[in-house]
């Protein structure tokens, strides 16, 4: 029981010293190994673990008999995006079957793994399964068959899979993020837009029920899903949409979870309220067209109105966001919820606009500490900088102690006053509670032109899972390759990977 276990005041490590080294570094005493890289075949139809791995969801595979297992789960792998020199081996005048492999590459990855001598191994699984860029799934909610979506119930594949959560039903909810890009690189391939966008439901245990995009959650740039249960039992949501100067927001069901009735569980997200987060005065605003006047007032810059219906909000979540009071913020990347205090933690990684290279976490707690709320108090936990040694915080992590985790993403910014004390990208560990609360101490350091993502512990707080991201991203030809991290054995290309990493002593009660 995480409530009876009293966190950390101090690392369970020694801190590790910045790097550019070509590899992953962790502390001593702790291990790692290589457990699904990038092409590696995995399902019994030949299918391959895809490229650039994100979250990753445990799920033990004892789950649904009411187990916890620590040692055997299906893991669910997120893949945001393909390299297309990587994944094709070329950038230009791709042919038609290079698009094909990368619309392949991308997507999810549901995979059976078991330890034992210490060891992890993926182990054959009617259940391993690759849902990607061509995967048949359900629109669903209020934007399911509309005219915006010229009537489309059943839509194809799932892109820019980012960050994710895990409902408490024992289904993973995977982010579409940053799918602008996709209509010019995928030309030709029946790639539709508005199909993308979305918080997309799927359930590892069961590969016949079709993957669900649930709309009534709102289109934007969906970083991340952080699930909980409210006192009443409906279920909350906490979202980002990671752009400059946009907004955080939650879902809450209109339904409330049964324990004992998984199928009704899976529909519960079809329907519930959107809301979006006022920093300014600490409340929570609706989205819904009928229920909020400053929608149907909403007028654009040629007086028309700006939305007409539901459907136009969903379709549009930012902008309705803005006409209701969202504040914007630098970039909301991961959102997790204290184990715990309840409390809820936001990255927001940094905002060139406002020169916040560094970035922040803040956190915030809900109004009589009930997740349905419509009022909050918030303050800000950690600030990056040369002074606390990081910047840009991505996705966040809990340990089963209630200690904070969380791994940077510094690409994309050039050459900015992060080079200068930061090193490659990395994970942290931070205390939330005594006199260290807010401090960093690093953990681990990754690869060259690599992000560490989609951190996540079994159980047992004795393996933690990572990603490593996109190795030698900045590579220009095959022949300057800035990074070999996880290459095949005689080869050079590099390839993201999931590692598990071990030497963790499990967590004690205190
Ligand atoms: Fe895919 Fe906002 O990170
Ligand atoms: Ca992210
Ligand atoms: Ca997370
Ligand atoms: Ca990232």
């Known amino acids: 029981d995480p409530r009876k276990v009293n966190p950390r005041t101090v690392p369970p490590f020694r801190p590790v010293d910045t790097t550019n080294a070509d590899t992953l570094t962790v502390p001593g005493g702790y291990r790692w190994q290589m457990l699904a890289p990038w092409g590696e075949v995995f399902t019994a139809d030949g299918r391959e673990i895809g490229f650039n791995h994100d979250y990753v969801g445990f799920f033990p595979a004892d789950l649904l008999e009411g187990g916890r297992s620590s040692t055997d789960a299906l893991l669910t792998i997120n893949h945001e995006y393909a390299n297309a020199l990587f994944v094709g081996g070329n ?46 799934m359900e629109l669903t909610g209020p934007v399911r068959g509309s005219a915006a979506v010229k009537g489309a119930t059943r839509v194809r594949g799932t892109v820019g899979n980012c960050s994710g959560g895990q409902t408490p039903w024992g289904t993973l909810l995977t982010c579409e993020e940053n799918v602008d890009g996709y209509t010019k690189a995928w030309a030709g391939s029946g790639y539709e837009a508005l199909h993308q966008g979305w918080v997309t439901e799927i359930d590892p245990f069961d590969p016949a029920w079709m993957p669900k995009k649930r709309t009534g959650m709102g289109r934007f740039r969906h970083e991340n899903a952080a699930v909980t249960v409210a006192k009443d039992g409906r279920v909350v949501v906490y979202m980002g949409d990671d752009m400059q100067d946009a907004c955080v927001y939650k879902f809450v069901s209109r339904g409330k979870v049964d324990p004992a009735n998984r199928r009704a569980n899976r529909e519960l997200l079809e329907d519930g309220d959107l809301y979006v987060a006022n920093f300014g005065n600490g409340t929570w605003a609706l989205l819904d067209y ?71 976490i803040i956190r915030f707690r809900e109004e009589g500490d009930d997740w349905a709320a419509t009022d909050f108090l918030w303050e800000v936990f950690a600030v990056g900088g040369p002074q606390s040694g990081f910047a840009s915080p991505d996705n966040l992590v809990f340990d089963p102690y209630g200690n904070l985790w969380m791994v940077t993403d510094n690409s994309d910014l050039g050459t900015n006053p992060i080079k ?82 071990e030497g963790f002593p499990g967590w004690r009660e205190g």
């Open 290 to 360: 009928a229920r909020n006047k400053k929608l149907q007032e909403a007028r654009g810059a040629d007086g028309k109105p700006l939305f007409t219906s539901q459907v136009d909000v969903l379709l549009d979540a930012r902008a309705s966001a803005l006409a209701v009071g969202g504040t914007p913020v630098d970039r909301p990347e991961d959102i997790e919820i204290h184990p715990r205090t309840g409390e809820v933690y936001v990255a927001l990684t940094n905002n060139s606009k406002h020169g916040n290279y560094f970035g922040q």
């Open 91 to 136: 950038t230009k005048d791709r042919t038609r079957e290079q698009i094909e492999a990368e619309m392949r590459a991308v997507g999810v990855s549901v995979v059976r793994v078991r330890k034992s001598g210490g060891e992890w191994k993926i182990v054959p699984d009617p259940r391993n399964r690759r849902l990607d860029a061509f995967t048949e």
């Open 420 to 501: 200068a004390f930061h090193g490659n990208n990395a994970m942290f560990f931070f205390p939330t509670e005594g006199g260290n609360a807010g401090r960093a101490y690093r953990f681990a350091i990754g690869p060259v032109d690599a992000e560490l993502t989609g951190p996540v512990w079994s159980p047992d707080g004795k393996t933690l899972f990572l990603s490593v991201q996109h190795p030698g991203e900045d590579s220009e030809s095959l022949d300057t390759l800035t990074s070999t991290f996880g290459a095949k054995p005689g080869t050079r290309v590099p390839r993201p990977t999931l590692v598990a990493i």
